[in-house]
């Protein structure tokens, strides 16, 4: 595992919620590679954000060349194309911290919680990819529309994975990104955050909200 955190590598990150986390952590200082299934998708999605923010360090790969090359990986592509996208990385993860957003919604009901038997997506991931890397669950509760736009944001992002010192280290990322994370256990606690979404899902319809979120109550004791 890199000692410090200097390159982090988004698989999909030419979608809607890579996209915002290549926005805001670029803008945070971070040298951002922008994965894709191809190279000038990638490097399009690069070229898009430089055009806005000349100054980041942002360039464009495909996912395998990304994941190799980062330090820490994010994979955010849709759940059903999850494992396979990360069969095509595994080499490049070994040693590293993986951050899985992956919510798996089954459509056309993303409203209703439908988790998969092995209890969570992040599970599945920690499983498929074995005990050289960590898996860590971050970020499924917050809507890509606040990470696409220049707003504070009010939303806190649950942080689960088996190792604490893992855990740190993404929510001092997800600090980067001016949200405020939560060591809310091991990676199995994930399954929560994971169901959450189809609640927020709910939530949005119901009462006309774009990307509701959640918020911990209650403060540190002393
Ligand atoms: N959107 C949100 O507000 C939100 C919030 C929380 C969590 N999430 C989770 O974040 C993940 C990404 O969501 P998103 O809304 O950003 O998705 P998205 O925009 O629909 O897709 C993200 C990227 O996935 C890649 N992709 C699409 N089809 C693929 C395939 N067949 N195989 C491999 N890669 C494929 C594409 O990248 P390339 O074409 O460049 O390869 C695409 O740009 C999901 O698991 C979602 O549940 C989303």
Redesign the pocket.
Known sequence: MADKIESIAIL????????GLARQWSRAGFKILI????LE??QA?AAALLAEFPDLNVTGHE?LDAATQADLVVL???????L??LETVKQGLSGKILID???P?VPPKVGTVQLPEKGS?AVMAQELLGADVQVVSA???????HLQEDHKIECDVLVTGNKRAAREIVIELVEAVGLRGWHAGPLANAAAAEAM?SVLISINRHHGID?AGIVISGEAKG
């Not at 994965?35 to 191809?38: A, E, I, K, L, P």
């Not at 970020?139 to 529309?145: D, E, R, T």
């Open positions: 999909g990150g030419t979608g809607d919620l890579g996209g994965g894709s299934r191809t998708k990638g999605a996912n955010t592509v849709p759940f059903a194309h999850q396979s996208t957003v992956t919510v919604l997506a970020f499924q509760n917050v809507g890509a529309v979404t990307g």
